[in-house]
């Protein structure tokens, strides 16, 4: 793609162009800063992602280490969400999507054919962008996971999951009188909260959430932001966000995506306060965005 | 600040033309409203102004002696004994009882005419389950001719329709209402007995159990598969051109003519399988082939309704695509199913073209028991009714047509009310 053609993506993609930043992405653009770690919970490997023709990911290379959270960041339509939904094989329920390249997790090939997307799905819980509880009671809610996998051996052990989870989500004290009121008669944040519950109900070793806090007041975005501080002890967690503030308060890592690039990959202090690339700098510093 | 105010007198004109369009509009809609009503309740009036004679029917009371020459039967325990009795004769001579002085042929038998030719056999049955009867008399009240009671009716409501009535009939009938041993009685037959070619004696029991028998196979036929392929074209078939190809074809069966649906039954059912005519099984056969179309179209837009963020939600959880479905998306689907399925039972209901041509249409006066007795369907029955000559048919023919719009009634607000009941938000 020649830099006249990317230019005019970069304003297709709405971006209000400041000044005379070049915001152009090279063909051959590597992924500055630290992609890689020691000991890596995912490995992402020459990953592209296609809808039908259209490439929404381009060449993604970054590891995910064990019980990190890393931060997505970037422009709307960078392709954070299409990067987060291939962790857990979403993408296949999108009829149209591709994805190329290797993503393991743990040294297995999560797009192997043996694979079994249930088991994936088990191990790598996804939260929702906008909070999705299913129309059940809260407790069936919770118990939902649990109960198709098997996890639980009896009604007690299951009640004990319910209660766990719903505590390590911070609202167990405001729901335990409602268990089996319905779920969807929550508020906004506890819905999300609910659904964070749900997904930690089946103790996965990782967690992607897609903006989580999208639709919540700041007084709920802080118990979401405390819980994934607290979840992080015992997972590991992706995060897509479009505050940078909650980015620099929750992740260890942040990752910038610019037009399905992964541009950089640093830690996050370093990303807000000495950012390796000049997009990177461009975005944070809010020159587009 | 000139610049805002003509912008404001702008869209102060306009906002004038644009309140007039909407008036105007909205008395269009009234109007529209308005003229639908209007055709409900005249066909409604209609209906039922012809109709509700049909419910109450004349009956005359008499003298009658259980008489067992008379009858000519020794031994009411045996069934072949009992159809051989002259059961009709003794109302003939309770007849003559009341009215004496009639003599000659046809006076004689213009005096017999007074009542229905089935007055005999329903003595027979009181007979039957009173046996100690044999050999006495009682006062009972009988069912009259239809002519009699076309004439009676009208004669009470002050307009005579006496084209059928002989002037002794006539006067037999004022001497009998004198005497108060002529009244209208609620017309349990109507709703007890099967079809007949005497119009007293007709009732719609044979149809609506036909109706009845028919739509209960075409519901167990037609609701699973019609859910079932919803569920496999929604959620599992691979979107090609295949399905897109089945999808058209599916859309189109549901615009097919339903008499066409008739045919396609008689060559495969009946011509075919050799299955007999006139059955429930082959109905509700036609009929299945006929709703389908519809059950799985409704059962498809239940199915798209059910928002995609919970078959994330499930999928996300590591459910799969068969438990997302079963969990998830069928009891959220299941009202619209449930409702798409009501309409098509009283789409079904209200057929008859199909059914004339799989030969639901003959004559039938036993109750259908099962689903491979001979029957008919109530529309049918109606069409039957319809096309009789005798003018007690009209009115019996509007109460048919009461009672299978109460039935389509009934059902359309049992889909409105479970939708209400059972549809959840998210
Ligand atoms: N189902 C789809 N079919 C086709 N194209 C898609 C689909 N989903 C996303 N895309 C395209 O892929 C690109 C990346 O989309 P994606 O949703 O991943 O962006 P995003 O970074 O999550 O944006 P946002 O911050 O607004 O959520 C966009 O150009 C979008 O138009
Ligand atoms: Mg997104």
Redesign the interface.
């Known amino acids: 793609m020649s830099t006249k053609n990317l230019a005019r993506a970069a304003a297709k993609a709405n971006l209000k162009v400041e000044g005379k930043q070049n915001l152009d992405v090279a063909d051959d653009q590597v992924t500055v800063g630290q992609s890689f770690t020691d000991a890596p919970k995912m490995t992402i490997r020459n990953v592209n992602v296609f809808y039908d023709d259209k490439q929404a990911i381009h060449n993604v290379n970054v590891d995910i280490a064990k019980n990190e959270v890393i931060a997505m960041i970037g422009p709307s339509g960078c392709g954070k969400s299409t990067f987060l939904r291939s962790l857990?094989r979403?993408n296949d329920?999108v009829?149209s999507c591709r994805v190329e390249g290797e993503i393991c997790m743990d040294g297995e090939d999560l797009y192997a054919p043996k694979l079994d997307v249930?088991?994936?799905?088990?191990r790598v819980?996804?939260v929702?962008q906008?909070p999705?509880?299913?129309?059940k009671s809260i407790y069936d809610n919770v118990a939902?996971?649990p109960k198709?996998?098997g996890l639980a051996d009896s009604r007690v052990d299951l009640d004990e999951i319910v209660e766990n989870s719903l505590r390590k989500a911070s609202l167990w004290d405001e729901v335990k009188e409602r268990l089996h009121q319905s779920g969807?008669g929550l508020s906004g944040g506890q819905q999300q909260r609910l659904?964070i519950a749900?997904?930690i109900a089946?103790s996965p070793e990782v967690i992607l959430m897609d903006e989580p806090c999208s639709a919540l007041d700041p007084i709920a975005t802080a118990k979401i932001e405390e819980l994934i501080e607290e979840l992080s002890e015992n997972f590991t967690i992706a995060i897509v966000t479009h505050s940078m503030q909650q980015a620099a308060r929750v992740s260890h890592r942040t990752a910038y995506f610019h037009l399905g690039r992964l541009i950089e990959v640093n830690p996050t202090e370093q990303v807000f306060t000495l950012p390796e690339h000049e997009l990177t700098e461009a975005y944070i510093t809010g020159r587009f965005g | 600040m000139s610049e805002p105010m003509t912008n404001l007198e702008k869209i102060r004109k306009s906002l004038n033309r644009r309140n007039r369009s909407e008036n105007i509009f909205r008395w269009y809609g009234r109007l529209a409203i308005l003229i639908g009503l209007a055709a409900v309740v005249v066909l409604f009036t209609d209906i039922v102004s012809k109709g509700h004679g049909a419910f109450r029917i004349t009956y005359l009371q008499l003298e009658v002696d259980y008489d067992q020459e008379l009858i000519g039967i020794d031994n009411l325990a045996d069934p072949r004994e009992l159809v051989q009795g002259n059961w009709q004769a003794i109302p003939k001579q309770a007849l003559r009882k009341q009215f004496p002085d009639v003599s000659g042929r046809t006076d004689k038998r213009s005096l017999y005419g007074l009542i229905s030719s089935g007055a005999g056999f329903d003595l027979k049955d009181r007979l039957v389950a009173n046996p100690l009867l044999l050999g006495e008399s009682e006062k009972v009240w009988m069912l009259a001719d239809d002519d009699i009671d076309t004439y009676y009716k009208s004669w009470l409501d002050g307009e005579p329709y006496a084209a059928r009535m002989t002037d002794k009939q006539i006067e037999w009938i004022a001497e009998l209402h004198d005497q108060g041993k002529i009244r209208l009685q609620f017309n349990s037959n109507l709703f007890t007995r099967g079809d007949s070619r005497e119009p007293e004696q007709a009732g719609i029991r044979g149809a609506v159990m036909g109706s009845l028998l028919t739509l209960i196979l075409t519901l167990m036929l037609s609701f699973p598969i019609g859910v079932a392929a919803a569920i496999y074209l929604e959620e599992f078939a691979p979107?090609n051109r295949w399905t897109d190809f089945i999808e058209v074809n599916i859309n189109n069966l549901a615009a097919v003519p339903s008499i066409i649906f008739g045919l396609l039954g008689l060559a495969i059912f009946i011509n075919f399988f050799h299955i007999p005519r006139s059955v429930p099984i082959v109905g509700g056969l036609v009929l299945t082939l006929m709703t389908l179309p519809t059950i799985i179209i409704t059962s498809r837009a239940a199915i798209k309704s059910v928002?995609p963020?919970?078959?994330?939600?499930?999928?996300?959880?590591?459910?799969?695509k068969y438990?997302m479905v079963l969990?998830?998306v069928l009891p959220?689907a299941l009202p619209g199913m449930l409702t798409g399925a009501i309409i098509g039972m009283a789409q079904a209901l209200g057929e008859s073209a199909p059914l004339l041509m799989i030969g639901m249409v003959a004559f039938i006066v036993d109750i259908p028991g099962g689903f491979s007795d001979p029957a008919t369907v109530l529309p049918v029955q109606i069409f039957l009714w319809a096309d009789s000559p005798e003018r007690a048919f009209i009115e019996k023919t509007s109460a048919a047509i009461m009672v299978l719009l109460s039935f389509l009634i009934v059902m359309n607000t049992s889909a409105v009310w479970l939708r209400k009941r059972l549809e959840?938000?998210?």
Not at chain 1, 118 to 122: G, H, Y
Not at chain 1, 132 to 135: R, S
Not at chain 2, 313 to 320: E, Q
């Open positions: 857990n979403m329920t009829e249930v088991e994936l799905r088990a819980g996804m929702f906008k999705n509880p299913f129309p939902y996971g198709i996998h969807t659904c749900r997904a089946v | 979107k928002p963020s919970i078959r994330e939600a499930a999928l996300g959880m590591g459910a799969s438990q969990h998830h959220l959840r938000r998210w």
